[in-house]
């Protein structure tokens, strides 16, 4: 057997590097220049900054890559560092990279709505590639309310690269509604091609859920059984184990549904449902989730289960605490925390297959999961003893892909017990680090690949199926069921699927 030779980690990088670059981008003399609009806040500093930083220690950034914080404070680079470091997980041998690092950092500080803050931060830009090629990346790091109208269109004006191309990556909330968001994309449309926009959902860029692809489409077993024929439902899960504190005023805008749902959950939904892409190209791709998105109708009220999570008197710390009881939570608001919902997709392959997506917050465990359970065999013969076949894709925590089949009692007998197919990432792959989704997706703008990216006739469609709903729940406030913190109440709730809204 041929020995397995340990590679090192900057060999690994080295060759997904010439892998991801095809030896273009890295190697040209080009500038990269990458622009976090709103560097001060939360999500920069928890987020895009330890993940630059991490693409930049492992030297997959191309080129001459420089970062640049734009804020309305004044911050400077040391303020920065002290910001985000705490965040960075950078080992004491990794010193002096790290002062690399922040040597290719700086600032500006500037107003949104104020044109010459963005002539200023252009001029700065322009000092750093001096006027050799360079490419522009901006992280709009805020919410698309402050985003929406001023940034994207002075960063349009005034900011584009001459000569380079010209990116823009935003995050969700992409509206509330349909009608919210359709505004925003019109509006982004008016300013930027599509092929310029990447609208990150995180989910896109983890490990198990990109696998979904290569899963369906890389194994002949199965295709033939994914289907309606033998397929009785596809459970999608995601479960957190902590309520929403300190974010209550953000949530109770939003509620579960706009928060993990009708993203996350959804395109989960898609990539399991979808129909092989003519090729793994972005549109190729996008357009498969989008014809599956399309066969999906509008959701039904009755088709849905809300719930909201109360203290646990017998519980520690936090979980006493309900989502009443958060501070920033608008007193008697009845936004749910927990969603259950049936979707269903009318085509030729899933036509009757309930879609159960259920998630919420507060509950007793940490869990993202694509579950697909199969039909009964016919003809049984074990007297009632066989269990459903049961395959399952484990996103988190700890990666992993299973089915559960019944095998024969193992020894003297014969009769069936459920058994698994096991593949555990964590025992499988040793010693691997699965990169977290930011990277994946932070590199994946550097190469040019919106893959893994929400375009905008997915976000129209995913809108369209909830928006109903959404509105419906605003008009008339259902008081949602209580469950209580750290318990699988809502779930429960959830598999009755029988409480109206
Ligand atoms: C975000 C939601 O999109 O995803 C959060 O806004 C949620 O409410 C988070 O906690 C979950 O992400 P992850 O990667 O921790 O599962």
Not at 326 to 352: C, E, I
Not at 375 to 386: E, K, L, N, Y
């Amino acid at each position: 057997m041929a020995e397995q030779v340990a590679l090192s980690r900057t060999q690994v990088y080295g060759i997904l590097r010439e892998e991801l670059y095809q030896g273009d981008d890295f190697h040209q003399p080009e500038t990269h220049i990458f622009i976090i609009m709103g560097a001060s806040g939360d999500l920069a500093k928890k987020k895009i900054y330890p993940t630059i930083w991490w693409l930049f220690r492992d030297g997959l950034l191309p080129g001459a890559t420089f970062i640049v914080g734009f804020a309305r404070s004044r911050l400077s680079v040391a303020d920065i560092r002290k910001q985000s470091e705490p965040f960075f997980r950078a080992t004491p041998e990794e010193k002096l990279k790290l002062e690399e690092f922040f040597a290719r950092n700086s600032s500006v500080a500037g107003h949104y709505d104020d044109p010459a803050s963005y002539q200023h931060l252009n001029s700065h830009v322009n000092a750093l590639h001096q006027g050799s090629q360079a490419n522009h990346l901006f992280y709009l790091a805020l919410p698309p309310t402050v985003y929406e109208v001023v940034i994207t269109k002075n960063i349009r004006e005034t900011c584009m690269s001459p000569m380079g191309w010209s990116r823009v990556i935003m995050e969700k909330p992409f509206g509330k509604d349909l009608q919210s968001s359709d505004r925003l994309s019109n509006h982004i449309a008016s300013l930027f091609w599509e092929d310029q926009i990447y609208r990150i959902d995180h989910y896109l860029g983890k490990e198990m859920v990109q696998n979904l692809m290569v899963l369906r489409f890389a194994n002949r077993i199965f295709s033939p059984i994914w289907n309606r024929d033998n397929i009785a439902c596809v459970i999608l899960t995601f479960k957190e184990l902590f309520g929403t504190e300190c974010r209550g005023s953000y949530f109770d805008e939003f509620g579960i549904i706009r928060d993990v749902m009708q993203n996350h959950l959804l395109q989960m939904l898609c990539l399991v449902a979808m129909e092989k892409p003519a090729s793994t190209d972005s549109d190729d791709v996008q357009d498969e989730k989008v014809k599956v998105l399309k066969c999906i109708s509008e959701v039904k009220a009755e088709d849905v289960v809300l719930g909201q999570y109360v203290g646990n008197p017998s519980g520690e710390g936090e979980a006493t605490k309900g989502y009443l009881d958060d501070p920033t939570v608008p007193r008697g608001s009845t936004t749910a925390t927990f969603a259950a919902v049936v979707l269903y997709v009318k085509n030729d392959r899933w036509d009757g297959v309930p879609f159960i997506l259920h998630c919420g917050k507060a509950l007793n465990e940490h869990k993202a999961e694509v579950r697909l359970q199969f039909r009964d065999v016919a003809g049984d013969i074990f007297h009632q003893q066989c269990k459903r076949n049961e395959l399952v894709i484990r996103v988190q925590p700890n990666e992993a892909m299973y089915t559960k089949l019944m095998t024969k009692k193992p020894g003297m007998f014969f009769n069936p017990e459920e058994s698994e197919l096991d593949l555990t990432y964590g025992n499988r792959y040793k010693n691997m680090k699965l990169p977290d989704a930011y990277e994946r997706l932070i590199l994946d703008v550097f190469c040019g690949s919106q893959m893994h990216f929400v375009r905008s006739d997915e976000l129209r469609e995913a809108w369209r199926i909830f928006t109903p709903l959404l509105r419906k729940i605003e008009r008339e406030k259902p008081k949602p069921i209580s469950y209580i913190y750290g318990s699988r109440a809502g779930e429960e709730s959830a598999s009755s699927m029988k409480a109206p809204i």
